[in-house]
T-cell receptor, first 113, second 115 residues
Framework: AQTVTQSQPEMSVQEAETVTLSCTYDTSESDYYLFWYKQPPSRQMILVIRQEAYKQQNATENRFSVNFQKAAKSFSLKISDSQLGDAAMYFCAYTIPASKLTFGTGTRLQVTL | GAVVSQHPSRVICKSGTSVKIECRSLDFQATTMFWYRQFPKKSLMLMATSNEGSKATYEQGVEKDKFLINHASLTLSTLTVTSAHPEDSSFYIC???????????FGPGTRLTVL
């Protein structure tokens, strides 16, 4: 069974600084997708960034980027120039085509002034 | 685009009654929708996968007779919590699968409180 591990229950970053959230996964599949979702206090799940396993290039969306290490089965999220609005729970997720999402346990990110 | 709505956002009911939660994809058709349950400060737990026109597939440990799922159209799936009890109180989230990247779009969730 596929598993997703987020080893950091909580992280804290100062405004304007950079923070990296860790995620590792276990799979025997070669075709899969990885995601980072953000869940702010409103509890609305928001897609932050996605990565296709067949793509070697790391995905980037404005201040958010990933470090995808396929051999190491690692998929970390880097948030640059952190803003107060980035404070939320962040979930790493994995899926294969036509299958369900497997979520990690989440990392709570605090952003301080 | 890719907006999913859920109704109601909050519901309070008495023990023993049934509650229906609706999940709609507003600007796209979703063959597959998912229902999750989330406990405070925890991750999302998949309850069932709902496919339009067919029976839902429930995850192990989820009572299909208690959590009835109907996916009658490509834009609507419903979750009915039957004979609700206080232990069913939780945050329920639906999602709809997009057409690319196996991406799921999430509804805003429904907070159910059973007294």
């Amino acid at each position: 069974a596929q598993t997703v591990t987020q080893s950091q229950p909580e992280m804290s970053v100062q405004e304007a600084e950079t923070v990296t959230l860790s995620c590792t996964y276990d799979t025997s599949e070669s075709d899969y997708y990885l995601f980072w979702y953000k869940q702010p206090p409103s509890r609305q799940m928001i897609l932050v960034i996605r990565q296709e396993a067949y793509k070697q290039q790391n995905a980037t969306e404005n201040r958010f980027s990933v470090n995808f290490q396929k051999a190491a089965k690692s998929f970390s999220l880097k948030i640059s120039d952190s803003q107060l609005g980035d404070a939320a729970m962040y979930f790493c997720a994995y899926t294969i085509p036509a299958s369900k999402l497997t979520f990690g346990t989440g990392t709570r990110l605090q952003v301080t002034l | 685009g890719a907006v999913v709505s859920q109704h109601p956002s909050r519901v309070i009911c008495k023990s023993g009654t049934s509650v229906k939660i609706e999940c709609r994809s507003l600007d796209f058709q979703a063959t597959t929708m998912f229902w999750y349950r989330q406990f405070p400060k925890k991750s999302l737990m998949l309850m069932a996968t709902s496919n339009e026109g067919s029976k839902a597939t429930y995850e192990q440990g989820v009572e299909k007779d208690k959590f009835l799922i109907n996916h009658a159209s490509l834009t609507l799936s419903t979750l009915t919590v039957t004979s609700a009890h206080p232990e069913d109180s939780s945050f329920y989230i639906c999602s709809a699968e997009g057409t690319t990247y196996n991406e799921q779009f999430f509804g805003p969730g429904t907070r159910l409180t059973v007294l």
